[in-house]
């Protein structure tokens, strides 16, 4: 259950193709990127609650620093595209009602 190949990139491609139609996959996990537009601090609660309401899915956080400006996405990952889909809308309805309390 262990195949090596070698390390010069067109000989392990090589090997690769050879080997490729051998391996046996899995269910294919789906991604949704959200760009926050929000500091991390800000919706770090609410996205945990989301989360454990969705323990199924994979749910992260991951700040960058882009063009020199900080940017927050937040990435939802799962077996399940419709559930993936409907969390990342929930998501989206969470940052929006954050971004309208900041604004009133």
Request: charged share 15%; aromatic share 4%.
């Amino acid at each position: 259950n262990v195949i090596t190949m070698a390390g010069v990139p067109m000989i392990m491609q090589a090997m690769l193709d050879g080997v490729a139609p051998t391996l046996e996959t899995g269910v294919k996990l789906t991604m949704q990127a959200i760009d926050a537009g929000l500091p991390e601090g800000q919706y770090a609660m609410p996205l945990a609650d989301i989360a454990k309401a969705h323990e199924a899915l994979s749910i992260g956080s991951y700040p960058s620093y882009v063009d020199g400006a900080f940017r927050n996405q937040i990435i939802v990952r799962g077996r399940d595209p419709q559930q993936v889909a409907t969390t990342a809308q929930e998501i989206e309805t969470m940052l929006a009602n954050l971004r309208a309390g900041l604004k009133g």
